[in-house]
């Protein structure tokens, strides 16, 4: 694998990142730290995170977090993992929030919640039409230069709000977003692919993307309408996927997996790493055999012939 930098930043990754909104949600903390270890052993360093992981569960607080910095301490491994994180979704204010005040406070419960100093990658996680871009990227300028951020990111932008996000850096000089982190994945393409795209390459921005998997429908699992008894989320990844064109997708992920031996998953996600203007895929776990898996598909390298062939059939 050859490492990969971030933006023009100063972080540089091989081509995966770990998610973690599974982290204390499906994945308790033992499961998890031994999600961690694998990660770090496979030669990974890259681990994504946010502050409203998984607050969707009853009774769960920012447990994604705070597992994170409870695995950093006990492994004394700071120096040695780069931790993103994400600020501005609703936190029980009723509303996402990117202003200057929320980031400046919210930062400083990450970092509690992380047992750490600095955040490697801190993202704007969705947009927020109620805060100007220009307070949002100054309250991120700040952080960088306090040394409590190395580097910014976004999440969830069009064409329109990252053209403005990178304008107003550079009118400013005001630290730019080194990253965007859309959906992006074989059958999903359209929050990345064209405009998007054509920005990231030309400006030097990363994308980090996730549903990489398209909730697991690109490993093969979901294969026909029974299959939605698979799993807690398979009804909804049925109904959404297991359509002509999934099918299509899962013929030509069977035919390049047949070609090389690998899984339908490795597959998926060394196409999304092949694509102009991607640093990685972020994938998420929930046992260490599965983020082998991720790692065997973060070094697989595809022939042109079997990226072309993925491509035609979405």
């Not at 949600?25 to 998890?32: L, N, Q, R």
């Not at 990253?179 to 990345?192: C, V």
Request: proline share 4%; with cysteine.
């Amino acid at each position: 694998m050859t490492k990969r930098r971030l933006g023009r930043s100063e972080l540089y990754i091989e081509p995966l990142v770990l998610g973690t909104n599974v982290v204390g949600w499906t994945a308790d903390e033992p499961t998890s730290f031994a999600i961690l270890d694998t990660f770090v052993a496979e030669g990974f360093n890259a681990i994504d995170t946010a502050d409203s992981y998984s607050r969707w569960v009853p009774g769960n607080d920012s447990e994604s977090e705070k597992i994170i910095g409870r695995w950093i301490k006990e492994r004394g491994n700071r120096d040695k993992v780069l931790v993103f994180t994400k600020v501005g979704s609703d936190m029980g204010q009723g509303h996402r929030d990117l202003s200057g005040k929320w980031i400046e406070q919210e930062v400083e419960a990450s970092l509690r919640r992380l047992q750490t100093d600095y955040i490697d990658l801190y993202q704007s996680h969705w947009p927020d039409p109620n805060t100007p871009q220009e307070e949002t990227l100054r309250a991120h300028d700040r952080l960088v230069g306090a040394g409590k951020v190395r580097a910014i990111g976004t999440s969830n932008h069009d064409e329109r709000l990252l053209s403005e996000a990178l304008a107003i850096s550079r009118r400013e000089s005001l630290a730019r977003y080194e990253t965007l982190q859309n959906e992006f994945n074989l059958y999903t393409r359209d929050k990345f692919e064209g405009a998007v795209q054509d920005i990231c390459v030309r400006e030097e921005v990363s994308g980090i993307h996730y549903f990489g998997l398209a909730a697991g429908f690109l490993t093969g699992k979901y294969r026909a309408a029974a299959d939605a008894q698979k799993s807690p989320r398979g009804k909804g990844v049925v109904d959404k996927y297991l359509n002509p064109r999934g099918l299509r997708l899962l013929a030509a992920l069977d035919a390049v997996a047949g070609r090389t031996g690998a899984a339908l998953s490795e597959i998926a996600l060394a196409w999304v790493a092949a694509q102009p203007g991607v640093a990685a895929p972020i994938a998420s776990a929930t046992t260490p055999d599965q983020v082998r898996s991720l790692a065997r598909g973060a070094r697989l390298s595809l022939g042109a012939e079997d990226l072309a062939e993925l491509s035609a059939a979405g």
